[in-house]
């Protein structure tokens, strides 16, 4: 069965940096969408960044300037490098990968956490 499976997640200090990776298990027909959403305790899942088949990027406004999403196609796999990090970027980071037509499908990550405290 597929599976996406991420990793890069800790613990760093406010202004540090990390980058998250997922990557697709087996044979899967290419997602038109990739992207990472976060949840932190006690609020809704929000949309962190997508990243298009062809390439085009949208980011949400908080992270806007500080986080880059990049995917290999040929892979089926998509990074976030997250710069400048805030205790508010505290969360669970899911991965997210989705295809619209022929074999549709929607498939999620297990989560890695991301904290930033002083």
């Known amino acids: 069965q597929v599976q996406l499976v991420e990793s890069g997640g800790g613990l760093v200090q406010p202004g540090g940096s990390l980058r998250l990776s997922c990557a697709a298990s087996?044979?899967?027909?290419?997602?038109?969408?990739m992207g990472w959403y976060r949840q932190a305790p006690g609020k809704q899942r929000e949309l962190v960044a997508t990243?298009?088949?062809?390439?085009?990027?949208n980011y949400a406004d908080s992270v806007k300037g500080r986080f880059t999403i990049s995917r290999d196609n040929a892979k089926n796999t998509v990074s976030l490098q997250m710069n400048s990090l805030k205790p508010e970027d505290t969360a669970v980071y899911y991965c997210?990968?989705?295809?619209?037509?022929?074999?549709?499908?929607?498939?999620w990550g297990q989560g890695t956490q991301v904290t930033v405290s002083s």
């Open positions: 997210n990968a989705r295809r619209t037509g022929f074999a549709s499908y929607t498939y």
């Open positions: 087996g044979s899967i027909f290419s997602p038109n969408d």
């Open positions: 990243i298009t088949i062809g390439g085009s990027t």
